[in-house]
């Protein structure tokens, strides 16, 4: 089957095959770097997967194989993070509600964060800064042997964005977590591996083959408003105060689904001995009480 398009965009590629989407950073020429006009169209990227029924898993990768994503683009010198001193690149984000500028790598992992469809990060080479930190919110992430990690910010007298300091204790312990961030080093993917960051390392060669195999054994064997469902229940229960929390929601999901076409297919294909064949969309399908959070707001911090 040969992939198709879903949109043009001038600093990713996003293209779907057999329902599964890849969306490739590319920037050919700046190892992938992350700009502004890359951050809004992941986030456009992802609202296209999401709205896409027949999209089951998106795959996440870099152009080359030299670098997976090289960080911030710092083509802008020392002003690269200094946001009140590029207010004439249109990049301020101060308004009469917002009174602070918001982490362009923030808002791109947040969008992650509320993907609808399960994502695997395939890591094909060099991910240091956001190039690391945007991997964090994707739920599999599979390294080539040349790929190499690093979370340099202190080294660069910032601090880890992307609400990194939430989701990386999470993923790999907080001992972990803040030795690779006090020490800014980069390092290879055997050690991402040992500290569980990612959860493979395969030959260069083969990395995608092995992505594009775990996305096919989603896409393949499982409900699509159940991946959505348990990739929002996971996630969102790391917060939780109590297992009383999952208790509740657990409960809402496996009644409503358990009265759903896709529930009775999912045992009748099993006691028939054939694949499952589920027709409920993610757009069409969800269970009424979803979603159960209160969606959290960008507030405007008032001056002291």
Same mark, same amino acid.
């Given at each position: 089957?040969?992939?198709?398009?879903?949109?043009?965009?001038?600093?990713?590629? *996003?293209?779907?095959?057999?329902?599964?989407?890849?969306?490739?950073?590319?920037?050919?020429?700046?190892?992938?770097? @992350?700009?502004?006009?890359?951050? =809004?169209?992941?986030?456009?990227? /992802?609202?296209?997967?999401? !709205?896409?029924?027949?999209?089951?898993? $998106?795959?996440?990768?870099?152009?080359?194989?030299?670098?997976?994503?090289?960080? !911030?683009? *710092?083509?802008?010198?020392?002003?690269? /993070?200094?946001?009140?001193?590029?207010?004439?690149?249109?990049?301020?984000?101060?308004?009469?509600?917002?009174?602070?500028?918001?982490?362009?790598?923030?808002?791109?992992?947040?969008?992650?964060?509320?993907?609808?469809?399960?994502?695997?990060?395939?890591?094909?080479?060099?991910?240091?800064?956001?190039?690391?930190?945007?991997? *964090?919110?994707?739920?599999?992430?599979?390294?080539?042997?040349?790929?190499? /990690?690093?979370? $340099? @910010?202190?080294?660069?007298?910032?601090?880890?964005?992307?609400?990194?300091?939430?989701?990386?204790?999470?993923?790999?312990?907080?001992? =972990?977590?803040?030795?690779?961030?006090?020490?800014?080093?980069?390092?290879? !993917?055997?050690?991402?591996?040992?500290?569980?960051?990612?959860?493979?390392?395969?030959?260069?060669?083969?990395?995608?083959?092995?992505?594009?195999?775990?996305?096919?054994?989603?896409?393949?064997? %499982?409900?699509?408003?159940?991946?959505? &469902?348990?990739? =929002?229940?996971?996630?969102?229960? &790391?917060?939780?105060?109590? +297992?009383?929390?999952?208790?509740? $929601?657990?409960?809402?999901?496996?009644?409503?689904?358990?009265?759903? +076409?896709?529930?009775?297919?999912?045992?009748?294909?099993?006691?028939?001995?054939? +694949?499952?064949?589920?027709?409920?969309? $993610?757009?069409?399908?969800?269970? %009424?009480?979803? +979603?159960?959070?209160?969606?959290?707001?960008?507030?405007?911090?008032?001056?002291?």
């Amino acid at each position: 089957m040969t992939a198709t398009t879903l949109a043009q965009f001038d600093e990713i590629k *996003l293209e779907k095959e057999d329902g599964i989407a890849t969306l490739t950073l590319y920037r050919p020429d700046n190892m992938n770097a @992350f700009t502004g006009k890359m951050m =809004q169209e992941m986030i456009k990227a /992802f609202d296209i997967t999401d !709205a896409d029924d027949d999209v089951k898993v $998106v795959i996440v990768t870099g152009h080359g194989e030299r670098a997976f994503c090289a960080g !911030a683009d *710092l083509s802008s010198g020392a002003k690269t /993070f200094d946001y009140d001193a590029r207010a004439n690149d249109g990049e301020a984000g101060r308004s009469e509600k917002v009174d602070i500028q918001r982490d362009g790598g923030g808002r791109v992992t947040l969008r992650i964060f509320e993907s609808l469809k399960p994502v695997i990060g395939a890591i094909n080479g060099a991910a240091v800064g956001i190039g690391v930190t945007m991997q *964090l919110p994707m739920d599999i992430r599979i390294a080539s042997d040349n790929a190499r /990690f690093g979370f $340099v @910010f202190n080294r660069r007298g910032i601090n880890p964005e992307a609400a990194s300091s939430w989701f990386l204790p999470r993923l790999v312990g907080i001992s =972990q977590a803040l030795e690779w961030c006090y020490t800014g080093r980069v390092f290879p !993917a055997a050690e991402a591996l040992a500290g569980k960051l990612v959860s493979e390392v395969v030959p260069q060669a083969d990395l995608m083959k092995r992505a594009k195999e775990v996305a096919r054994e989603i896409a393949d064997n %499982t409900a699509p408003v159940s991946n959505a &469902l348990t990739r =929002q229940m996971m996630w969102r229960m &790391l917060g939780a105060g109590h +297992p009383m929390d999952a208790h509740i $929601v657990d409960s809402a999901a496996i009644y409503e689904r358990g009265r759903s +076409p896709d529930a009775k297919e999912g045992v009748m294909s099993f006691l028939e001995k054939r +694949p499952a064949n589920y027709t409920v969309s $993610v757009s069409e399908g969800m269970p %009424t009480f979803f +979603p159960w959070w209160e969606e959290e707001e960008f507030e405007w911090i008032s001056k002291v």
